[in-house]
């Protein structure tokens, strides 16, 4: 079988590896649903003719999906003119959030404007009350996915959509492999340095949901207000919410790649891969130790190295002291 071509079986001289070109067998596992892998012990060349067609049905598969997308939109705005302002409103704010800098998010979310719902006399002054308002509008108005069948909310089908369009993309910064690049643009923002500061407690997160989520605990008092349906437990958002539904019904969405065995977070995930690859990224800064867990690390400081924190601390405010009689005088 060293001269057979894989997918049309024909024997040939010039037949080319599948995996030279790294898009091959992602576009035959996306029109036929077949994988194709190094080890699989089968042919794992392919003639040139085969080579053109898988990139044509592929390509000719996006325009499918494509003109359905563009098809089942013209439908949608032909749908009372309320509901199309409903799902612009949504995606303008969504986007808002996502473009706007630092700054500008903290001066929004600070804002003591009114906040006014184009579709009913609702009006707060908090930015998150206002949000979650606007998403009782548009929770009813759901669509089909064409392709895996989910009820979708409409203002997210096109997202959904990339995630079966899109194949793997690889982070060009440390090679980890992104199912899209919806999931991408997040991985990235990992590996910058701008770090987002709240300017209330001195919290400091590289991800803007996160940001935008410990905000809204202080705007809202750093009051529990959403309640889990069966047993009544309090949390800030419906995100931990979410999380926490697992622990009463048994649900384990993140298998673990090496022993198959199920968690509820992909923390507790990543956590447990470490034992198998034996990653310790919790790195001791007086001594040579490195942990797995953050919270190792933390014990290992107070039970090893107390007095040099308890100096690093001393040394901190005494620095603050410093600026603070700088700028009074």
């Not at 949901?209 to 009544?232: F, M, N, P, Q, W």
Request: hydrophobic residues 25%; charged residues 30%; proline residues 4%.
């Amino acid at each position: 079988m060293e001269n057979m071509c894989r997918t049309c079986l024909k024997v040939s001289p010039r037949l080319s590896n599948i995996f030279d070109d790294s898009s091959l067998p992602l576009k035959i596992e996306s029109i036929s649903s077949i994988q194709v892998s190094i080890g699989d012990n089968l042919p794992n060349k392919v003639c040139d003719m085969c080579t053109r067609n898988i990139h044509l049905l592929y390509d000719f598969r996006r325009i499918i999906i494509k003109s359905d997308l563009l098809l089942r939109q013209r439908i949608e705005q032909e749908t009372p003119k309320e509901e199309q302002l409903q799902t612009t409103d949504i995606t303008i704010i969504k986007n808002e959030v996502v473009a706007n800098d630092q700054s500008n998010t903290e001066h929004r979310l600070n804002s003591t404007s009114n906040f006014k719902c184009s579709t009913c006399d609702f009006t707060c002054v908090n930015y998150f009350q206002w949000k979650e308002h606007k998403r009782t509008h548009i929770k009813s108005v759901k669509s089909i996915c064409s392709m895996c069948g989910k009820c979708i909310r409409k203002d997210n089908m096109r997202k959904h959509i990339m995630t079966h369009t899109e194949p793997p993309v690889q982070c060009q910064i440390c090679g980890k492999t992104c199912k899209n690049t919806e999931s991408l643009r997040g991985h990235l923002l990992a590996h910058k340095n701008n770090k987002l500061q709240c300017t209330t407690c001195g919290n400091v997160y590289r991800h803007r949901a996160a940001y935008a989520a410990h905000l809204k605990r202080h705007l809202l008092g750093d009051k529990k207000t959403v309640e889990c349906s069966i047993c009544a437990k309090l949390f800030y958002d419906h995100r931990t919410l979410k999380k926490h539904i697992r622990s009463h019904t048994g649900e384990r969405p993140y298998p673990c790649p090496y022993c198959k065995k199920g968690f509820s977070s992909s923390n507790a995930r990543n956590t447990h891969v470490r034992q198998h690859t034996n990653e310790k990224p919790y790195a001791c800064e007086f001594c040579p130790c490195a942990f797995p867990q953050k919270v190792s690390l933390r014990t290992h400081l107070k039970s090893k190295h107390a007095d040099k924190l308890e100096r690093q601390e001393e040394a901190k405010r005494e620095e603050t002291k410093t600026d603070d009689s700088v700028n009074g005088s």
